[in-house]
């Protein structure tokens, strides 16, 4: 009898909490709870900062201030003095030169340090002299380079060339592009091409340029084009959104190519999970899998709130303390706090939220906090 009025109360205390949170101020602007709910059996621990955007900044750096490597999320955020962090993008997890390679859209200070793929919904972050705006679309992109007024379409952006590709390496890459000689190396140096290096690799990237490198196919077809001395730009970004309507796809009327152009800082995550109040994950149309969707995982999350605020959360997972989420109970979780737009990042190892100075959740790595390619950081709004 008194173990099962234990068990009632500790129920009663979980429906509390989670219907509950007090949020504490940390610093101005910056709020956090601590939510425990579930059942005795299966709970489920989760860590929330609730910010206010007139009052902080938000940055996304990568790992190591590069575009490929692994750093902790705490180191990521104690280096550059940040107050509050979450681990943020997917990223290339192995033990190659290229770990902590994003894998969807990074960009970080107006610069593209990765590729957008499959449609993948990704955060814009632009911070203005008053306050820090913040969109979550949907976005792909197409990145070209010009030479010769001809348009050549590129493969990728600072990751590692596979064959028949073209990659343009930019000096956040590496000293070097780490390719091996079976290609073609293009150095352009203040927009000019200054040298064409057939069959050799690993070629130093100007801080004044970028490194253009081609292989298989696409070596023999660009090297019919360029030539030292002629003038090469490069862009993109070229931004389709993806929405649903009844099962169709739609473009919204927002431009997604001026919010990708004006943003500072990109990153991707995958799935959506609320869009304009309503729970809408588009797992399918982003190509995940249905059992990375379902499974209970650690996850981390961002969402716009219906007050303005801006939603960061931590659900701590594969534990006796906290069994993780659905994305499913992800998204029915965010929508109580009021989420009006929101999204998954990186979770299960990579689940990680830093504040003041330690890590407040529990990463689920034996090893403890694992290592990522990047970080969503908070900074207090330097006053004007």
Known sequence: MFSKSLSIIFLLLLSFSALAQNFQ?????IEYAEVVRGTEKEPIRANLLRLDLTKVRLDVVHALDAAI????????????????????????LDK????????????IDGDDLSEATNNRIAIFINNTSSK???????????NFIEIK??????SGINRERKADEIIVFTPFFHRTTLTDSNGTEIIVKKGKITQVLDGKGSSEIPSDGFVISASGKKREEIL?????????RKFGAMGVPMTRNNGVLSIPTKDIFVISALSEDIVAGVPQLIKNGKIEITWEQEKTNKSFVETKHPRTAVAKLKDGKFLMVTVDGRSESSGGMSLQQLAEFLLEQGATDAMNLDGGGSTTMFLDGKVVNHPSD???????????????????
């Open 149 to 154: 007024k001809e348009k050549i379409k590129i």
């Open 224 to 232: 019919k084009t360029v030539k030292i001395g002629l003038k090469v």
């Open 69 to 92: 490597g692994l750093e902790k999320t705490s180191s990521i955020a104690t280096r550059h003095g940040a107050i509050a962090a979450i681990n943020a993008g997917f990223f290339r």
């Open 25 to 29: 101020q940390i610093a101005d602007g």
């Open 132 to 142: 820090t705006e913040v969109e979550i679309e949907h976005f792909t992109s197409e």
């Open 96 to 107: 190659s030169l290229f770990a902590g390679d994003d894998v969807g859209i990074l960009k």
């Open 366 to 384: 034996k090893e403890g906090e694992r290592s990522v390619g990047d970080a969503i950081l908070v900074f207090p709004r330097k006053k004007q």
